[in-house]
């Protein structure tokens, strides 16, 4: 015999699959409000009545598989293909005394999908039902964990921490798959080892074929382990009706997806200006397409099966397309939507044929992915299909292979090569005369947000039926079954349950070249006795090419005692069951006014979602109580100053400086006298924010009684202003719009009101409108520019009273008396359950790096941005890092002191076998970066357009190194078109992506150096159009509406020069205190500013994160143990009711209240005074005078300028020319 090493047993014991659990180390540490109440919920409510006590079984016929294909599938199935299909009826299985205990083993197999945890509860609570001591054990990290052992006991404190949350983070997932004859012998090995009675492969189409070869294998070699199978997958594409009518986590990720899309949308109406093309997941099958494009209503959704039907290329997709858009440009309108699924081009003819072969090629030995040697080996047509293609189109279709040997197509940017094709014939119509309108896109991807996220209330019931069902199936013997549960328009109690065979829904597929069996895909039908959903869509969508029908479906809700929308079902499987489909409401006439169309909606046109939110009464403070302009006083606190350097040179532009704060109380007796016939009108400068619509409903309803009183809306913004675009709003009206997020009722154009022809303008329609008050809502740009515009009509004399009032998701129009921004709230927790969905994913997949860029306050043009918005979802989400622009700008780091930061966590992850992680990076990052902010400030100086060479040649030497050393894509970013204010376009800048790809680099070389062992895969994500048009959250409607009241007191009483505030926010809304603050009392002039004797004029400037806040210091105190662990929590969708509808942003409640501060200090001095009156003794004289003497010394070497963020301004008071941008 051989001679073996000494070593050979243990080598021998190395490779053998492990019989021992491991310690069980994934529970997660922190839950958010929502994810307690979820935890907290009784299953009792969801659960099939005939699931109860150990249901009887009841075998049916066996059913047989595709003709075409059954033969040989039998052949590969003798022992399991006849088994049969199994329903249960009410009963008790046996003799519950003789009911042995079962081990039952659990494996997450594939890409995730929300519910998964609740179906290993349903098991495991099943089992339990059977036989208190039964136990289960769950396989770590996908089949790959039960061919090598890796598993680890799952008790119920274990299982009690997961049940109705999202993600596969209980024990991971894998898209291994259980392959060769050493791994079927290795499971069958380590299910004997420990005894299982049953295991339940919870997976897809393939991850459920694997199991039915599994269930075939362990039968044929005399195993006691039965195999059931549980259909996952959101892609919509496993069922077989009427048995298994939907897969589980495809209602969950429609209606998240149908959330961001609604909000994409109403986002389109408001800035009228953009074709949102957006991608959704869905490789195979365009289900999720359809379920969304139904739900929402597009202007376009493309259904790959009809492209492939009706073997449509891309030139006719193309001029379809175009031809609606050219007929919408007719109409005024040049915004859309366009859905298409992300396998889109799967299904066109050219690249169909084209990645076929493409598959076969790169799994054949010796063809590299190259596109040379690509080239080289494919068919002629092909390859000029191939050449045909954008650049990195092409890199895309070379990328690694998924581990069924197919094309990557989530990676593959169709909808950018989509709107390439469109541009360009386009381009050609327009020289042709045809065509005359302007085609200016933004592109959303939706896929892993929509994978791990919190399970709706039907995919809870759902899976956790599923799981009871499996494990009644294995405590009834059956084996090679996926559970079944049907009659789902039912109520939940009233479902049915049961098993099908697996083997009755497979075909033969080819794969890696080879043919396998496969379960058969469930795609979108055309035609045939599931065609309804297809049929609905069919029949509307020509409507919906050019109307604007967007309906809204809101974030998914869990309240299931008030709000109906909690309980619906996915809108596909209500047609397929025979529920009739809703027909289009009538869309109102656009009425065109000037750059706008005004489109008023009705309460009937919104989503039963919108109109149950509008039943909602607004909060509001005690001294609002009344929601009355004559039962409302307006009270002086005290006169107010600004910061003391700067006083001087702020009379030289306001004449106003020192007026009072003012305060609002209820009036007592008769009430304020209020000059009749007010016209107040409102103007939407700033961009989209959740909650402007509730700010109107404010304004209105305080003239209910008053009703020779009206509030004039200007549709189109700032330029609507100028050209007196007016509407009178009503309660009628406002009442179709309360709850509702975005600026559709009004609009937006350009924010600025700042030159001598602006400022004359604004006068000239103020006095032809006959307003007696001017309310501007926006951001720290939009009050500064209020603040001259009072001014500007004080001097000549103008009777209409300016109002400010702070608004903007980034939230960085704050200071000491404004503590919030409308839409902060709304728009951190709607990018918070993104940003959670996503980590939770990371955490489940366990291979990703997920590099999530959040839209923040680059928006408002300052040379170094804020971000307010990426520290407050970093404290609801715990990522790994947050890379937050203010700190980043403190410590003065270079791009490559920022790149090591980030791969130095990454190796430190590595090394405990982490390689994945969420990583949050604020959208203005790169202009902290000293090197990046001078290569900024060059730029922004040369006017754009303009070639990169002729760029290159105004750039000093090291800017032009810089420039020229970056990607192409940034390149190309850093030269588009500058926002209003001629500053560079923050938000367009992917600077996650170049973060992305530089770590990648400095991995690769600690790897060749052997610093660096582990892996790293990132994928980049931009957040932010998705989440500035959400429904509003309650404390974000409550705060508008108070805003919207309050300035209608302060207009309508003549307070000229005020912005509108409400503080003591972390308070009950009862307790809030509504006023007015001058804009003199929060100008300022930044020393930074200065440029030799040159002092630009003072402004309202954003504030940056506090460094030594208290919100920032929570971060530092958690952020060492997120970087090194996983301390993720989802807030999840934004709640209308229940206890977490009232929670609000921690960085509103944990700030001071800078008025009660003042008046304590105020106490202070009253005490010290009456203690120091004459005949008091002389040594309280002397310490008294001390004491103040010494604070006035500390307090003149306090005063300096304050952390705010230097605003783009021009050297004059004209503007520069500027142009539009989002």
């Given at each position: 015999s051989p001679v073996r090493p000494p070593n050979f047993a243990q080598l021998v014991a190395s490779m053998a699959p492990k019989t021992e659990p491991s310690p069980y180390t994934r529970a997660r540490r922190a839950y958010s409000s929502l994810q307690k109440e979820r935890l907290a919920a009784d299953h009792k409510a969801y659960f099939p009545a005939v699931l109860e006590g150990c249901p009887q079984v009841v075998k049916k016929q066996a059913i047989p598989s595709d003709s075409k294909d059954a033969e040989t599938v039998k052949g590969l199935f003798p022992s399991t293909y006849d088994v049969p299909l199994v329903e249960f009826v009410t009963g008790v299985a046996g003799d519950p005394k003789a009911r042995a205990p079962v081990k039952v083993g659990v494996v997450l197999s594939g890409g995730q999908a929300p519910g998964g945890h609740n179906v290993i509860a349903g098991i495991f609570d099943g089992i339990k039902q059977w036989n208190q001591n039964s136990s289960m054990v769950g396989f770590l990290d996908g089949p790959h964990g039960i061919f090598t052992g890796n598993f680890c006991e799952i008790t119920a404190d274990i299982m009690d921490g997961f049940r109705n949350t999202g993600g596969f983070d209980m024990l991971g997932s894998g898209r291994h798959k259980i392959e060769s004859k050493e791994q079927f012998d290795d499971s069958m090995a380590v299910c004997n080892a420990i005894g299982l009675d049953g295991l339940v492969v919870i997976g897809g189409d393939d991850s459920n074929t694997n199991g039915a070869l599994l269930a075939e294998y362990f039968k044929a070699n005399g195993c006691n382990t039965k195999v059931i199978g549980a259909p996952k997958t959101i892609d919509g594409d496993l069922k077989c009706p009427p048995y298994i009518p939907i897969s589980f986590g495809f209602d969950t990720a429609c209606k998240t997806y149908a959330t961001l899309v609604s909000n994409v949308a109403i986002d389109a109406l408001s800035a009228q200006k953009y074709y949102h093309i957006v991608r959704l997941m869905g490789r195979s099958a365009s289900n999720i397409a359809l379920e969304v494009a139904l739900l929402t209503r597009p202007n376009a959704c493309l259904i790959g099966e009809e492209v492939a039907r009706d073997k449509r290329s891309m030139r006719d997709l193309t001029v379809e397309l175009a031809d609606m858009i050219e007929q919408r440009s007719k109409l005024g309108k040049d915004y859309g939507v366009i859905i298409l699924p992300e396998g889109l081009i799967e299904f066109i003819p050219e690249f169909n044929q084209l990645m076929s072969e493409l598959n076969d090629k790169l799994a054949t030995p010796g063809v590299e992915a190259t596109e040379a040697s690509i080239l080289a080996n494919l068919s002629a047509e092909n390859a000029a299909c191939f050449k045909f293609l954008p650049d990195f189109i092409r890199a895309q279709l070379l990328l690694d292979r998924d581990p069924h040997g197919n094309v990557q197509v989530a990676k593959i940017e169709t909808e950018k090569l989509l709107a390439a094709t469109i541009a360009e014939e386009l381009k050609q119509r327009r020289a042709a005369g045809s065509y005359k309108g302007s085609f200016k896109t933004q592109f959303h991807a939706y896929g892993y947000e929509g994978r791990a996220g919190m399970p709706t209330v039907f995919d809870s019931s759902y899976c956790y039926a599923l799981g009871a069902t499996a494990?009644?199936?294995?405590?009834?013997?059956?084996?090679?079954?996926?559970?079944?549960?049907?009659?789902?328009?039912?109520?939940?109690?009233?479902?049915?349950?049961?098993?099908?065979?697996?083997?009755?829904?497979?075909?033969?597929?080819?794969?890696?070249?080879?043919?396998?069996?496969?379960?058969?895909?469930?795609?979108?039908?055309?035609?045939?006795?599931?065609?309804?959903?297809?049929?609905?869509?069919?029949?509307?969508?020509?409507?919906?090419?050019?109307?604007?029908?967007?309906?809204?479906?809101?974030?998914?809700?869990?309240?299931?005692?008030?709000?109906?929308?909690?309980?619906?079902?996915?809108?596909?499987?209500?047609?397929?069951?025979?529920?009739?489909?809703?027909?289009?409401?009538?869309?109102?006439?656009?009425?065109?006014?000037?750059?706008?169309?005004?489109?008023?909606?009705?309460?009937?046109?919104?989503?039963?979602?919108?109109?149950?939110?509008?039943?909602?009464?607004?909060?509001?403070?005690?001294?609002?109580?009344?929601?009355?302009?004559?039962?409302?006083?307006?009270?002086?606190?005290?006169?107010?100053?600004?910061?003391?350097?700067?006083?001087?040179?702020?009379?030289?532009?306001?004449?106003?400086m020192g007026a009072p704060l003012l305060e609002l109380w209820p009036q007592e007796g008769r009430g304020c006298t209020v000059p009749e016939k007010q016209r107040i009108g409102v103007v939407f400068c700033g961009?989209?924010?959740?909650?402007?619509?509730?700010?109107?409903?404010?304004?209105?309803?305080?003239?209910?009684?008053?009703?020779?009183?009206?509030?004039?809306?200007?549709?189109?913004?700032?330029?609507?202003?100028?050209?007196?675009?007016?509407?009178?709003?009503?309660?009628?009206?406002?009442?179709?719009?309360?709850?509702?997020?975005?600026?559709?009722?009004?609009?937006?154009?350009?924010?600025?009101?700042?030159?001598?022809?602006?400022?004359?303008?604004?006068?000239?329609?103020?006095?032809?409108?006959?307003?007696?008050?001017?309310?501007?809502?926006?951001?720290?740009?939009?009050?500064?520019?209020?603040?001259?515009?009072?001014?500007?009509?004080?001097?000549?004399?103008?009777?209409?009273?300016?109002?400010?009032?702070?608004?903007?998701?980034?939230?960085?129009?704050?200071?000491?008396?404004?503590?919030?921004?409308?839409?902060?709230?709304?728009?951190?927790?709607?990018?918070?359950?993104?940003?959670?969905?996503?980590?939770?994913?990371?955490?489940?997949?366990?291979?990703?790096?997920?590099?999530?860029?959040?839209?923040?306050?680059?928006?408002?043009?300052?040379?170094?941005?804020?971000?307010?918005?990426?520290?407050?979802?970093?404290?609801?989400?715990?990522?790994?890092?947050?890379?937050?622009?203010?700190?980043?700008?403190?410590?003065?780091?270079?791009?490559?002191?920022?790149?090591?930061?980030?791969?130095?966590?990454?190796?430190?992850?590595?090394?405990?076998?982490?390689?994945?992680?969420?990583?949050?990076?604020?959208?203005?990052?790169?202009?902290?970066?000293?090197?990046?902010?001078?290569?900024?400030?060059?730029?922004?100086?040369?006017?754009?357009?303009?070639?990169?060479?002729?760029?290159?040649?105004?750039?000093?030497?090291?800017?032009?190194?810089?420039?020229?050393?970056?990607?192409?894509?940034?390149?190309?970013?850093?030269?588009?078109?500058?926002?209003?204010?001629?500053?560079?376009?923050?938000?367009?800048?992917?600077?996650?992506?170049?973060?992305?790809?530089?770590?990648?680099?400095?991995?690769?070389?600690?790897?060749?150096?052997?610093?660096?062992?582990?892996?790293?895969?990132?994928?980049?994500?931009?957040?932010?159009?998705?989440?500035?048009?959400?429904?509003?959250?309650?404390?974000?409607?409550?705060?508008?509406?108070?805003?919207?009241?309050?300035?209608?007191?302060?207009?309508?009483?003549?307070?000229?020069?005020?912005?509108?505030?409400?503080?003591?926010?972390?308070?009950?809304?009862?307790?809030?205190?509504?006023?007015?603050?001058?804009?003199?009392?929060?100008?300022?002039?930044?020393?930074?500013?200065?440029?030799?004797?040159?002092?630009?004029?003072?402004?309202?400037?954003?504030?940056?994160?506090?460094?030594?806040?208290?919100?920032?210091?929570?971060?530092?105190?958690?952020?060492?143990?997120?970087?090194?662990?996983?301390?993720?929590?989802?807030?999840?969708?934004?709640?209308?009711?229940?206890?977490?509808?009232?929670?609000?942003?921690?960085?509103?409640?944990?700030?001071?209240?800078?008025?009660?501060?003042?008046?304590?200090?105020?106490?202070?001095?009253?005490?010290?005074?009456?203690?120091c009156r004459p005949g008091c003794d002389p040594r309280t004289v002397r310490v008294a005078k001390q004491s103040l003497a010494t604070l006035n010394s500390i307090m003149d070497e306090l005063s300096g300028p304050s952390d705010v963020v230097e605003q783009r301004e021009g050297f004059s008071g004209r503007a520069r020319a500027s142009t539009s941008a989002d």
């Open positions: 494990s009644a199936l294995l405590c009834n013997g059956c084996t090679g079954l996926i559970a079944s549960v049907m009659n789902l328009l039912a109520p939940a109690r009233e479902w049915q349950c049961g098993g099908v065979p697996v083997t009755s829904l497979c075909v033969i597929e080819r794969r890696h070249g080879k043919e396998k069996p496969v379960i058969k895909k469930a795609l979108v039908e055309l035609e045939g006795p599931l065609s309804q959903p297809y049929a609905a869509y069919v029949k509307i969508r020509g409507d919906l090419r050019l109307m604007d029908a967007y309906t809204v479906t809101g974030p998914i809700q869990y309240d299931m005692d008030t709000c109906k929308a909690s309980m619906d079902i996915p809108i596909t499987l209500q047609l397929e069951l025979g529920v009739r489909p809703q027909l289009l409401g009538n869309v109102p006439q656009p009425k065109r006014m000037g750059e706008f169309l005004y489109i008023p909606q009705s309460k009937k046109s919104r989503s039963q979602l919108q109109q149950w939110r509008m039943e909602r009464e607004h909060r509001v403070p005690d001294s609002l109580a009344d929601r009355s302009i004559a039962a409302v006083q307006v009270k002086v606190v005290s006169d107010t100053m600004c910061q003391e350097q700067d006083m001087s040179y702020v009379k030289k532009f306001f004449s106003t961009r989209q924010a959740p909650g402007c619509h509730d700010f109107l409903c404010g304004m209105v309803d305080m003239f209910k009684s008053s009703p020779d009183c009206k509030v004039l809306g200007v549709v189109g913004g700032t330029h609507g202003l100028f050209n007196k675009q007016v509407v009178e709003l009503t309660p009628e009206i406002c009442e179709a719009y309360a709850g509702t997020g975005g600026l559709e009722l009004l609009g937006r154009t350009v924010d600025r009101l700042k030159s001598e022809e602006e400022l004359d303008k604004a006068l000239k329609a103020c006095e032809e409108l006959q307003l007696t008050g001017l309310v501007l809502v926006g951001g720290a740009r939009t009050n500064s520019d209020a603040a001259y515009i009072a001014e500007h009509f004080s001097k000549l004399k103008c009777k209409t009273s300016v109002v400010g009032v702070p608004c903007g998701i980034e939230g960085n129009m704050v200071n000491e008396f404004v503590e919030a921004s409308i839409g902060f709230d709304s728009a951190a927790k709607a990018v918070a359950q993104l940003v959670g969905n996503t980590a939770i994913d990371g955490s489940s997949a366990r291979k990703y790096y997920y590099f999530l860029r959040v839209m923040d306050g680059a928006s408002t043009g300052g040379r170094t941005s804020t971000s307010h918005l990426a520290l407050e979802v970093a404290l609801q989400t715990k990522p790994n890092m947050l890379l937050l622009t203010e700190e980043v700008d403190e410590k003065r780091m270079s791009l490559r002191e920022l790149v090591k930061e980030v791969a130095d966590m990454v190796a430190q992850r590595s090394e405990i076998g982490s390689n994945f992680g969420t990583i949050l990076v604020a959208e203005g990052l790169l202009s902290a970066i000293p090197e990046f902010r001078n290569l900024i400030s060059e730029l922004e100086a040369i006017p754009m357009p303009k070639p990169v060479d002729k760029v290159l040649a105004e750039l000093t030497m090291w800017s032009r190194a810089l420039f020229q050393s970056l990607p192409d894509f940034i390149q190309w970013q850093l030269l588009l078109e500058r926002q209003s204010n001629a500053a560079l376009q923050m938000s367009q800048l992917e600077t996650e992506r170049l973060l992305a790809a530089l770590v990648e680099d400095e991995l690769k070389q600690r790897k060749k150096a052997g610093s660096f062992k582990g892996s790293f895969s990132p994928v980049c994500q931009f957040i932010g159009y998705q989440a500035r048009c959400s429904m509003p959250s309650d404390f974000d409607m409550d705060f508008a509406y108070t805003l919207g009241a309050t300035a209608t007191v302060l207009a309508s009483t003549g307070k000229n020069g005020y912005m509108a505030v409400v503080s003591d926010l972390s308070q009950p809304v009862s307790k809030w205190r509504a006023g007015g603050v001058p804009f003199t009392a929060m100008l300022s002039v930044p020393a930074s500013n200065a440029i030799g004797s040159f002092r630009p004029r003072p402004c309202i400037f954003p504030h940056r994160v506090d460094l030594d806040g208290r919100a920032f210091k929570v971060w530092c105190e958690e952020r060492a143990l997120c970087a090194a662990s996983e301390m993720y929590q989802n807030p999840g969708p934004i709640q209308l009711s229940g206890p977490s509808a009232s929670t609000v942003s921690k960085t509103i409640t944990s700030k001071f209240s800078y008025l009660q501060e003042l008046e304590q200090l105020r106490k202070h001095l009253d005490d010290v005074a009456a203690r």
